[in-house]
């Protein structure tokens, strides 16, 4: 009998599974399918405690819809992708597979190790397969007049868009169960050795299945006030579908034909396509990584960005992670994500800015610090919201745009609640100073259990536009 084996990574569903799909359309082959985890390479890409854990709870649903078709799920662990690549040949011939079925990742150490899979597999006579199936559209496909790769995301963006109106990608239905029938004995998979830490389910329910109503949910009205809403860390007004897109439980195929069964003209209405447009932001920093490598090994693209002299200061930076710089929307900001594994995303710009604006820390602490908290934390758009904050990136933000932290608190929390909920010692603070708590403090000749800021922001300021002046003279 042919044995077909799906190699899951960051594709943990069964609907529109590309992979699955493929291996799944023979009704005469037997079809299983193996995750193998690699502790140390996960904390050498400082993947988050919350993130293993949710991988581990939605693997364990998805063994349960896999067992449901007649297909068997193997948990596999070693060291690294290395010996991975080891622990695949040595399955494939225990097991008698004849072909393997896998969607690509695109960054640098996985397609390495995809290649070196697919050299080792064809000398054990194992044909391997892989499809482009994390991205709407595939890496090199969307590019300017010249054949290369754009730089700047609006382009991209109406290229994208117009590529989609040509016609949509294909959405591969989940496969129908085998012959054999359903997997009455499930064996429990063992958990990762890997550091894990609790997920809130209220926030993040596990599986499928409540990805897919998520999805549904938000893509009716929600998505009508992503526009206004979006920024305002408050209110639940954002999607919170990057947790799924991350590991594959939901598809970026699955958010587009969703989208536009409810808003028929998704791709034109201004505010549907707002949240589409977030889509296409991820697709471009996923494209980006693909055209230039040295983004995955934290180079900067903007080559004279590499001169900033940034300053080595342990205390500013323990005080940014632990939420203690005595600014309170970067604080709160940090808080939350300390504690949910998540952050909102104009938070993650505000606190990303003061990192690198007020504090003139590398941009790479803090892109090592958010991918080991997060719990949606992925390469590709860290790093492009990291260089964007820091102005090092492509289509960044001028150098000299510096948010100032008081006043983004007042423009996207203005009364104070996102702030008093994670910091509680401010909730006595009137809301005409919850954003400069020590001046009511001053005042009232009241006593505050909470920092006083650790820079000035004008002083700041000026500090990193003469430290990024003076790097881009150095490198003319």
């Known amino acids: 009998m042919t044995t077909h084996l799906v190699w899951l990574r960051n594709d943990l569903r069964i609907n529109d599974n590309h992979a699955l799909y493929a291996a799944c359309r023979s009704n005469s082959a037997k079809v299983i399918a193996l995750f193998i985890a690699t502790p140390k390479q996960w904390?050498?890409?400082?993947?988050?405690?919350?993130?293993?854990?949710?991988?581990?709870?939605?693997?364990?649903?998805?063994?349960?819809?896999?067992?449901?078709?007649?297909?068997?799920?193997?948990?596999?662990?070693?060291?690294?992708?290395?010996?991975?690549?080891?622990?695949?040949?040595?399955?494939?011939?225990?097991?008698h597979v004849d072909r393997v079925f896998y969607n690509y990742q695109y960054e640098v150490n996985e397609r390495q190790r995809d290649a070196a899979a697919e050299r080792v597999l064809f000398d054990n006579d194992v044909m391997a397969q892989g499809f482009d199936d994390s991205l709407l559209l595939p890496p090199g496909s969307v590019l300017t007049g010249n054949r290369e790769m754009y730089k700047v995301f609006t382009p991209f963006s109406k290229a994208f868009v117009k590529r989609l109106q040509e016609g949509l990608p294909e959405c591969f239905?989940?496969?129908?169960?085998?012959?054999?029938?359903?997997?009455?004995?499930?064996?429990?998979?063992?958990?990762?050795?890997?550091?894990?830490?609790?997920?809130?389910?209220?926030?993040?329910?596990?599986?499928?299945?409540?990805?897919?109503?998520?999805?549904?949910?938000?893509?009716?009205?929600?998505?009508?006030?992503?526009?206004?809403?979006?920024?305002?860390?408050?209110?639940?007004?954002?999607?919170?579908?990057?947790?799924?897109?991350?590991?594959g439980v939901l598809s970026p195929r699955q958010c587009l034909y969703r989208l536009l069964k409810e808003h028929p003209r998704g791709l034109e209405d201004g505010k549907v396509f707002v949240w589409l447009n977030e889509l296409i932001w991820r697709e471009f920093y996923r494209h980006l990584i693909v055209a230039y490598p040295a983004l995955c090994r934290h180079q900067p693209f903007v080559r004279w960005t590499r001169k900033v002299a940034w300053r080595d200061e342990p205390r500013h930076l323990t005080a940014w992670q632990e939420g203690k710089t005595g600014y309170p929307i970067v604080d709160a900001a940090m808080r939350q994500l300390n504690s949910l594994g998540w952050m909102h995303n104009r938070l993650r710009m505000i606190t990303a800015s003061f990192l690198?604006?007020?504090?003139?820390?590398?941009?790479?602490?803090?892109?090592?610090?958010?991918?080991?908290?997060?719990?949606?934390?992925?390469?590709?758009?860290?790093?492009?919201?990291?260089?964007?904050?820091?102005?090092?990136?492509?289509?960044?933000?001028p150098y000299f745009r510096i948010f100032n932290p008081t006043t983004q608190g007042e423009r996207?929390?203005?009364?104070?609640?996102?702030?008093?909920?994670?910091?509680?010692?401010?909730?006595?603070?009137?809301?005409?100073?919850?954003?400069?708590?020590?001046?009511?403090?001053?005042?009232?000749?009241?006593?505050?259990?909470?920092?006083?800021?650790?820079?000035?922001?004008?002083?700041?300021?000026?500090?990193?536009?003469?430290?990024?002046?003076?790097?881009?003279?150095?490198?003319?």
């Open 356 to 397: 690198v604006k007020d504090l003139l820390i590398d941009w790479r602490e803090g892109e090592r610090y958010f991918m080991s908290q997060l719990i949606d934390g992925d390469l590709a758009a860290n790093n492009g919201g990291w260089q964007w904050a820091a102005s090092t990136g492509t289509d960044a933000a």
């Open 412 to 476: 996207f929390d203005a009364a104070g609640e996102f702030i008093r909920r994670w910091l509680p010692e401010l909730r006595q603070v009137p809301e005409k100073y919850i954003h400069q708590p020590h001046e009511w403090a001053k005042k009232t000749n009241q006593k505050l259990d909470y920092p006083v800021p650790i820079v000035e922001h004008k002083q700041a300021r000026q500090q990193t536009l003469d430290a990024f002046e003076a790097a881009r003279k150095q490198m003319d």
């Open 43 to 95: 904390h050498s890409h400082d993947m988050a405690a919350k993130q293993a854990e949710f991988i581990w709870q939605n693997l364990q649903d998805l063994q349960q819809s896999l067992a449901q078709k007649g297909i068997e799920l193997h948990l596999a662990e070693c060291d690294d992708f290395s010996a991975s690549v080891d622990v695949l040949v040595d399955f494939c011939r225990k097991h």
């Open 173 to 247: 239905s989940a496969p129908a169960a085998r012959e054999s029938g359903p997997i009455k004995d499930v064996s429990p998979l063992k958990p990762f050795n890997y550091p894990r830490e609790s997920v809130d389910s209220s926030l993040f329910p596990v599986g499928e299945k409540a990805a897919i109503a998520r999805l549904r949910e938000f893509s009716q009205q929600p998505v009508t006030h992503y526009p206004d809403r979006r920024d305002l860390p408050a209110l639940d007004g954002t999607s919170r579908l990057s947790v799924y897109l991350t590991i």
